[in-house]
């Protein structure tokens, strides 16, 4: 039986990556969207936003009357809120979604990252109120103005971790096209499996995955994810200062982070199947060296990305000039 090179035709070599064509164009779309109906987005958000907030003033009259019967109301309502507003525009699901579509990583891993980020965004809003309202004594404005800067710490850290990805990403396109080429033969109708040595990459190596479990980028998207702490969260606990009740305006901002995590999660989830599934189409038949381009390429884009979110945020964010009034 003859043997022929592994080596593909270059002409034929971007007919492999149709799931990363395929990615560009979706993303492209999500984008022009959102661009386009921003305004009645934020329109309806802040609509959504008021309704919400007199749902959960109520439930908090409610639960400083009698504790008992409508404390878990109030935390079931919590979570709901927590689940639809993780739905909706927010920096913490384009880091999260931007990682995992453009580095290696275990789902598992994945999944403690949006815990941990959620965890971690209602632990902040709950020691804000505490230090600001309990400690400190100092008036509403103070807090959200204390907020503001909190959020603007968030998004530098979004542009620190996007300069981050963007350099590791170069660092090992770098070394990859230093790498001289090498082709191994193969017979035809060889069946490809983990250990062929056929010169093509099937899965993301065990030495991939830890560079996507590298626990300085991993504390960089906990804390740029949860150090913006929510504004829900943050109305549910001031008003339950006011009223009395703010054990059960804590046990509310953790339920709410609770019900966050569970969409950052789901999301977290989809995008690593889909970027598993582009893997494994395209690993059996892209060459090695072609395939690594390609994926410190798009690693470059996603901190590009991150990068200029973080720019566009900052530049974006205004301080609250008034305290909330719960209604």
Known sequence: ??????????????????????????????LYS???????IILNSAIWQKSINQQMSALL???????????????????????????????GKVVITTWLATHPSRLKSSLK??????????????????????ILA?????????????????????GILGLMLCGRALRNLQRVLRKPKRFTAFKPHHEHHEKCDCGHQHLPTEKQLEAGEDWRARAMIILSMGMRPCSGAIMVLLFSKVIGVYGWGMLSALTM???????????????????????????NQAPVLWRQVTWATLAFAGGGILVLAAAVMW?????????IRPF
Do not use: C, D
């Open 257 to 283: 982070a609770a019900g966050t995590s569970i969409t950052i999660s789901g999301l977290a989830f989809l995008v690593h199947g889909f970027r598993t599934l582009a893997v494994r189409i395209s690993g």
């Open 61 to 91: 009259r409610e639960v400083a009357e009698n504790p008992a019967r409508a404390g878990w109301s109030l935390l079931s309502f919590s979570f709901v809120y927590g689940v639809l507003h993780a739905l909706g525009p927010g920096h």
């Open 34 to 40: 959102l661009w386009h109906y921003w305004p009645q």
């Open 315 to 323: 530049l974006s964010a205004q301080p609250v000039m008034r305290g």
């Open 138 to 158: 100092l008036p509403s404005r103070q807090l959200h103005l204390s907020s503001f800067w909190l959020e603007k710490g968030s998004y530098l850290l979004v």
């Open 1 to 30: 039986m003859s043997v022929i090179s592994s080596s593909r035709p270059h002409s034929r070599r971007w007919v492999h990556l149709w799931p990363l064509v395929l990615f560009l164009i979706v993303s492209g779309v999500v």
């Open 113 to 134: 990252l949006t815990f941990a980020a959620s965890l971690l965004q209602g632990l902040v809003a709950i020691s804000l109120v505490t230090v600001v309202l309990g």
